[in-house]
């Protein structure tokens, strides 16, 4: 492997070389695919691996990107995660590849996704302990990243799969605000949950993503444009002075695990030190409702998209997928439309609540990433902010008792994306916390 290319090198880091080192920029994504090519065997990560990587004009020239494998891409098959599509190659990319490939970026593969981003995992390991589950649906895209395949990867969230799994591997996990990117191309699970999201390797490399990603097309209904604003490669995100943060704990506290709440009490420890103002926050209605609430809406959702599909394939299809059909056709048309008005008057509340603070820290997750790979973690630290299609992040903090990473998820105003992630960006440099290498790499 060559030695100019740091594996945990951030986008922008890349970008300031390539513009002195021509190339080092051309032999980059080979280096990336000659690295993914040994791992593989071991991690698991990717569906399919590029034929391709010739470096292209453009911002993002010489970048490889992964792409989890429910988004479309007209070159490479787009599985979804289950037999049904084994080989389906779509006729068009989706919306946000097709920019990613305007943009200059080297599409580099598609990465495992649980069966239609749903609970049926895929053989993604975590790279920091095979033993354990990178968590899901994003399971490649994460584990691509944290491993040092490629500095940039899309997933998806429609609970919490792109939060939790950068919290379990030691990554930088970002949900833009619902609707920041168009869905086209993009399998759906709950269209009015369903975003795109980012993993990399630090907050300027998602908000340099996003300030070139996000934008609007016709056929996605739920699209809402983000207000403009540019990140330039050379001196990256300005961070916000010392941020006002609501601490918010929810009711579940308790549950998780005690290295992730000393984790999380020593962040909000160094963090005052650091000049932040931080204030406890209750938010009740939330807390209370939010996991039925988003449970019925998914549900009801996802049986009208699968439910078709488990009655033509019920051979090809995970027990999984059936129950959320099942669950789905449970509800009753009062109940999901119960749910949606409870999903506007709780992100009204929200707003509330939190005027007068940059941020919510909280957290991503419980804990470690779980043992064994059947199960890919609890999203109920994450749903809330689906639910309310807010900004969210998830940032590593430290490590649990097993070893593996635990991490802080920073929590914004809908709409209010750069604002988030200039904060991030303070807390990131406050915390001044480097995972490292996981074992696999």
């Known amino acids: ?48 691996l590029p034929a391709d990587v010739t470096r292209r004009p453009g911002p993002l020239s010489g970048i490889p990107v992964a792409i989890k494998d429910i988004i479309a891409t007209s070159d490479m098959p787009t599985s979804n995660g289950s037999p049904i ?22 599409i580099f593969g598609k990465t ?49 799969s792109v939060i939790r799994p950068a919290a379990f591997n030691g990554v930088v996990g970002f949900k833009p605000s619902f609707g920041a990117i168009p869905r086209m191309g993009v399998h759906p699970l709950s269209p009015s949950l369903d975003h795109v999201g980012f993993f990399a390797r630090r907050i300027d490399d998602v908000a340099y993503a996003l300030s070139l990603l996000s934008g609007t097309n016709d056929n996605d209904l739920h699209g809402r444009p983000l207000p403009a604003f540019e990140i330039s490669p050379e001196h990256g995100l300005p961070a916000k002075e010392t941020p006002r943060l609501a601490v918010v704990r929810f009711s579940k506290w308790s549950r998780a695990e005690p290295e992730q709440q000393k984790v999380f009490d020593d962040a909000v420890a160094t963090l005052r ?61 009062t109940a999901y439309l119960a749910a949606k008005t409870r999903q506007k008057t709780l992100l009204a509340d929200f707003i509330g609540r939190i005027s007068g603070f940059d ?12 043992a064994g790979l059947a199960y890919t973690g609890d999203a109920e630290y994450c749903a809330p902010w689906t639910l ?29 994306d750069y604002s988030l992630l200039r904060t991030a960006k303070w807390v990131e440099s406050a915390l001044k916390f480097d995972p490292g290498h996981p074992g696999i790499s």
């Open 112 to 160: 495992v996704s649980t069966e239609f981003a749903w609970r049926h995992p895929g053989p993604t390991v975590n790279p920091w302990n095979p033993s354990h589950t990178p968590g899901g649906s994003s399971s490649g895209s994460a584990a691509a990243v944290a491993a040092g395949l490629v500095p940039l990867a899309l997933g998806t969230q429609t609970l919490g």
């Open 388 to 416: 309310l299609g807010v900004p969210a992040i998830s940032l590593p903090a430290g490590f649990g008792k097993h070893g593996l990473p635990l991490g802080l998820q920073i929590v914004g105003a809908y709409r209010q």
């Open 359 to 370: 941020a919510v820290l909280t957290l991503p997750a419980f804990g470690e990433a779980p």
């Open 273 to 333: 030190e650091a000049g932040a103002s931080l204030d406890e926050l209750e938010l009740p209605a939330l807390d209370r409702t939010n996991w039925d609430t988003i449970q019925v809406i998914l549900s009801s959702e996802a049986a009208l998209i699968f439910g078709d599909l488990v009655e033509r394939f019920p051979d090809r299809t995970s027990d999984h997928l059936k129950s959320l059909v099942q669950t789905g056709k449970a509800n009753t048309a």
């Open 1 to 48: 492997m060559t030695d100019w290319r740091p594996p945990r090198a951030g986008v922008l880091e890349l970008l300031r070389l390539f513009s002195g080192d021509g190339a080092a920029a051309d032999r980059y994504a080979s280096a990336c695919l000659e690295r993914t090519k040994v791992l593989e065997p071991s991690l698991r990560a990717f569906e399919y």
């Open 85 to 106: 599509y084994r080989d389906h190659v779509p006729s068009a990319d989706a919306w946000v590849v097709d920019r990613l490939r305007h943009l200059g970026a080297t």
